[in-house]
């Protein structure tokens, strides 16, 4: 086990000046796509002309988040191998949406997966019921988001908190303000090919040190702290609240709302299941990346010193970077790690503002009645307020264990969106107050569950033991969703939902009069 005087915490220059250039680059590509972000379908889905390739990169750019890289790679370096779930959580989302989503997605809707479940629905209703489920996700998400990029900044450049904060909300703001979809899909591209690229240089040479064999990394680690590392049972115990974590990651990533709007950039439905097809492969490939870091970490870096710089184990791929490839390498990755912070933020906050302008100000005030010029007008006002809405909530949170917040994201997702989603596409009877009753009822049992859980009652709460025992509600949360959806529309029945199912059906499968 190695034992060095780790650079993390003071400013490192190398990180200063991969950030600068990455955000030079990534504002003038800002600028050029500004250029083309004049209508509503510029604004929000760059004007459905991202091929399926491009939109593959993107969606693995925006999913593969700094709690992917930085959290999972942490939880394997003090875990063991129950970090996977984890990895194989976030993964197998992919083929559901893919088989499931990619397709009717593409076909029904026009920006928001709320055009989805409204298509055939009353629409105010929808909205609003769709609009809180979708605003709650994305802050939940942003506050993690953004507490980890103060943190990484504080630690790298050597900033105040506050101060970094501030840069990366309005950074992000820039983006979407200007460059709408457009801007926000490269600067996920890019992020995705230096967050790849960086991965696999430090998974290459970890595994130097051990003859290119993983096995004899994983007999490092066992040799080291014991077989308990790779046998399951390190993080989570319980079964059923396994399967309850696995249950969230898993149908939460096809309800995640700035996942789900990706599939309105592409021409047509084809081109939508295409890039699903090339985002599974790229991502999957990632998780097996961060599996391996942190299994180096453990052995190369030790445990004793990654919970000494962050007891949560967040710097572990960091620290693994400086010890493979020294103080630059380390501003590098430590520059990835923000850029990638910075382009899942775009995406999040791109997705906040069009739920407010296109759902709520345009369908639910406007009743539909509203120019696409101020409907993009409203767009860029809401991109600025949730800019600010960021900021505020990353300074509230400061010094907060926010690791629950992305697993809280994942149980709305799940809860709420998925399933109301998946109703009223496949089932002829979903009726308007079925879909308003799954949509509050995953919601509300989401959030209820978690903060009476271990992670929010007990951690943040300080109190001597759980109400509800799970550390993730999912399993109680998005069946009561479904029950809800179902018990709703046999209650409240809705003919006219009914007789234009048909039609659905026919846009649906063949994408007739889709965009």
């Given at each position: 086990m190695n034992t060095f005087a780790t650079t993390i915490g003071q400013p490192n220059a190398t990180s200063i000046a991969f950030f600068f250039v990455f955000i030079l680059g990534t504002l003038a590509?800002?600028?050029?796509?500004?250029?083309?972000?004049?209508?509503?379908?510029?604004?929000?889905?760059?004007?459905?002309?991202?091929?399926?390739?491009?939109?593959?990169?993107?969606?693995?750019?925006?999913?593969?988040?700094?709690?992917?890289?930085?959290?999972?790679?942490?939880?394997?370096?003090?875990?063991?191998?129950?970090?996977?779930?984890?990895?194989?959580?976030?993964?197998?989302?992919?083929?559901?949406?893919?088989?499931?989503?990619?397709?009717?997605?593409?076909?029904?809707?026009?920006y928001t997966f709320a055009d989805v479940v409204a298509y055939r629905l009353s629409q105010k209703p929808i909205r609003i019921a769709a609009s809180i489920g979708s605003l709650l996700t994305v802050c939940f998400y942003l506050i993690a988001q953004m507490v980890g990029s103060g943190m990484l900044i504080k630690m790298m450049f050597g900033l105040p908190y506050e101060t970094a904060i501030i840069a990366v909300g309005a950074v992000m703001i820039s983006y979407v303000l200007f460059g709408g979809m457009l801007a926000t899909t490269w600067v996920q591209i890019i992020k995705a090919m230096l967050l790849l690229a960086g991965a696999t240089v430090m998974v290459g040479m970890a595994l130097s040190r051990f003859g290119f064999d993983v096995t004899a990394l994983f007999d490092a680690a066992a040799k080291t702290y014991g077989d308990k590392v790779l046998n399951p049972g390190g993080l989570v115990a319980n079964p059923l609240d396994a399967l309850s974590l696995g249950l969230a990651l898993m149908f939460g990533t096809a309800g995640l709302p700035h996942i789900l709007m990706r599939f309105y950039t592409v021409p047509d439905a084809k081109t939508a299941r295409k890039s699903v097809f090339y985002a599974t492969g790229l991502i999957g490939y990632f998780y097996v990346l961060t599996f391996i870091i942190g299994f180096a970490a453990m052995v190369l870096v030790g445990r004793d010193m990654i919970g000494s710089v962050d007891k949560g184990g967040n710097m572990a791929a960091l620290l693994l970077a400086e010890v493979t490839g020294g103080t630059v390498f380390l501003g590098f990755i430590a520059a990835v790690a923000f850029a990638t912070i910075l382009a899942v933020v775009a995406g999040l906050t791109l997705a906040g503002a069009t739920t407010l302008s296109h759902d709520l100000y345009v369908n639910v005030l406007r009743s539909g009645r509203s120019s696409e010029e101020d409907e993009v007008k409203v767009a860029k006002r809401a991109t600025i307020g949730l800019g600010i809405v960021a900021i505020l909530l990353g300074l509230a949170f400061k010094g907060q264990n926010v690791a629950f917040m992305v697993g809280l994201a994942f149980a709305i997702a799940a809860s709420a969106n998925f399933p109301a989603l998946l109703l009223s596409i496949f089932w002829k009877g979903t009726s308007t107050s079925g879909a308003v009753a799954s949509i509050v009822t995953g919601t509300v049992t989401s959030v209820v569950l978690i903060v009476l859980s271990p992670t929010v009652w007990v951690g943040v709460f300080g109190n001597p033991e759980p109400i509800f025992p799970w550390k993730n509600p999912a399993l109680i949360s998005m069946p009561l969703a479904f029950a809800a959806g179902w018990l709703g529309s046999v209650l409240v029945p809705d003919a006219k939902a009914r007789s234009l199912y048909a039609a659905q059906q026919l846009r649906n499968y063949l994408g007739v009069g889709a965009e």
């Open positions: 590509i800002t600028w050029f796509a500004a250029k083309k972000s004049r209508s509503a379908s510029q604004f929000y889905a760059a004007g459905r002309s991202v091929t399926g390739w491009q939109n593959g990169m993107a969606l693995a750019g925006d999913y593969m988040s700094a709690a992917s890289f930085l959290g999972i790679a942490g939880l394997v370096s003090l875990k063991g191998y129950d970090g996977l779930i984890y990895s194989i959580g976030f993964l197998v989302g992919w083929p559901i949406i893919m088989f499931l989503i990619a397709e009717p997605l593409r076909n029904l809707g026009k």
